[in-house]
């Protein structure tokens, strides 16, 4: 299976705590992207990168939140001091630059912070 | 910012019976590109159809389908001969350069 995986897909941590996220994107895209889904909603937009460069970052993403993409292929995403307005879905997609922009997503890591 | 509307929370469909699914946006951009995405509980996001704006002519996808009417800024889905494996979560989504803008949602509950 060569689609996008992402690990963990659970998380449970305590309020105030450090948390990571993975995100491996179809090998041959250069376009990876960070998504937050609440319960009933739909996926809004945290970030993307363009290979290794975070070319946008959506106000939703406070000074607690970090992602990096090093080398250009997987992606973190971490949350420090957790909140329990962090309990979401994040889910990482990934595509090609080829202005045919499909996304195409992971499973998502599932966050709850008590 | 574009918005997109889906106007119905839930709608529900006889097993091959065909259910039409609402989708409205907001844009000033000519060139961009729509899509469905499909969301059954606890599984992940999979793309059911795309529409790019230039194209007049509607997408098809086997038994999904769109009527795409630009001007009316309109992107509704149809499925035919509706599926149990058809329920799921979906999303409509707006894109014109990189990020995707998605619509509320609309769960689809197929009676067997």
């Known amino acids: 299976d060569t689609g996008v995986s992402q690990d963990p897909r659970h998380k449970i941590t305590k309020r105030g705590q450090n948390v990571t996220f993975r995100c491996d994107p179809i090998s041959e895209h250069n376009r990876l992207y960070w998504y937050r889904q609440t319960l009933g909603q739909g996926p809004e937009f945290l970030t993307y990168f363009q290979n290794e460069a975070q070319l946008e970052k959506s106000r939703l993403l406070s000074d607690r939140f970090s992602a990096e993409r090093p080398k250009g292929s997987f992606s973190t995403l971490e949350i420090q001091r957790t909140e329990q307005g962090d309990s979401a879905m994040y889910l990482c997609a990934s595509s090609l630059e080829t202005g045919q922009e499909t996304q195409y997503f992971g499973p998502g890591t599932r966050l709850l912070v008590l | 910012a574009q918005t997109v509307t889906q106007s119905q929370p839930e709608m529900s469909v006889q097993e091959a019976e065909t259910v039409t699914l609402s989708c409205t946006y907001d844009t000033s951009e000519s060139d961009y590109y729509l899509f469905w995405y499909k969301q059954p509980p606890s599984r992940q996001m999979i793309l059911v159809i795309r529409q790019e704006a230039y194209k007049q002519q509607n997408a098809t996808e086997n038994r999904f389908s769109v009527n795409f009417q630009k001007a009316a800024k309109s992107f509704s889905l149809k499925i035919s001969d509706s599926q149990l494996g058809d329920a799921a979560m979906y999303f409509c989504?707006?894109?014109?350069?990189?990020?995707?803008?998605f619509g509320a949602g609309t769960t689809v509950t197929v009676r067997a």
């Open positions: 989504a707006y894109n014109s350069d990189y990020k995707l803008s």
